[in-house]
């Protein structure tokens, strides 16, 4: 069987997708809720570019799967008509916007949550979309090329977000060194190898992000420095949301994401 057509190549993809869907939910949350007009429309743009991916690489795992074993597949399927134990994302992208005390109590949506975590995700896909641009799956490759130019506007706005809150009042760096308190030891999840992404690196499909942790961790250490930030003391833990185990948050966020089309099956939008 060509590499290409491979069990764990559309696993991957669908890693790549599944991160970008629900991670461009949660950012749709923001949508009329945002602190400022200009960030409600800055998080709705991140949303959709998020979601674009999704859709290109879903599309993408669609003609995977038909090579694999014949299964037409579309990506409202891929979306909306998988169980939670079948989607395959950190499980970072998945934790609401409230911080730490989520697991308990539903408090306001948290502005720091949503900046501190943007900028964790969007400095490892900048150099995940950097690196797949190399890919020998070619249309992986040109989906890498476009959404690393997005990419680079998420992690410029996170950033600099990141800078504003961690060296901003008193409340600000409180309530943004809390977040990334809170969010930092769901990172280790980005670079624990396992089998998948061991057979698509050996097939030239995609790098192990292992191989750039040091350039993640560079990046993240500059940026904590600006803000006056410090990172916490790293965890032995390592979620398993791309294993398909997931949080406590994950199916209330699907049961509202997948509601309207499981609703009307067969519909069209």
């Known amino acids: 069987m060509n590499s290409k057509q491979s069990p764990e190549h559309l696993a991957y993809v669908l890693r790549l997708a599944d991160n970008a869907l629900i991670l461009g939910q949660r950012n749709a949350e923001w949508c009329s809720h945002g602190p400022a007009l200009e960030e409600d429309i800055a998080l709705a743009n991140i949303s959709l570019d998020l979601i674009g ?20 597949k579309t990506e409202d399927d891929y ?26 109590t539903r408090a306001e949506r948290d502005y720091a949550v949503t900046i501190v975590r943007n900028f964790l995700y969007s400095a490892l896909m900048i150099e995940a979309w950097s690196a797949l641009q190399a890919s020998s799956d070619a249309q992986l490759a040109a989906i890498a090329a476009k959404s690393i130019k997005e990419t680079s506007y998420h992690l410029h706005h996170a950033r600099d977000w990141l800078v504003r809150l961690g060296d901003g009042t008193e409340e600000s760096h409180r309530r943004a060194q809390a977040a990334l308190d809170y969010l930092m030891p769901y990172t280790r999840e980005f670079f624990a190898t396992d089998t998948i ?73």
């Open 197 to 269: 992404e061991q057979a698509v690196a050996d097939a030239g499909i995609a790098p192990l992000t292992s191989e750039f942790e040091a350039a993640w961790r560079e990046q993240v250490a500059s940026a904590l420095e600006e803000a006056t930030l410090e990172a916490p003391v790293e965890v032995q833990h390592v979620t398993t949301g791309k294993q398909g185990e997931h949080s406590e948050h994950m199916g209330y966020l699907l049961a509202e994401m997948q509601s309207v089309a499981r609703q009307h099956p067969g519909a069209r939008w």
């Open 53 to 72: 991916q999704a859709r290109l690489l879903y599309t993408h795992a669609a003609t995977l799967e038909a090579a694999l074993n014949g299964n037409t």
């Open 79 to 104: 979306a909306y008509f998988r169980s939670e134990r079948e989607f395959a994302n950190y499980t970072i992208a998945e934790l609401p916007h409230f911080g730490p005390l989520a697991g308990t």
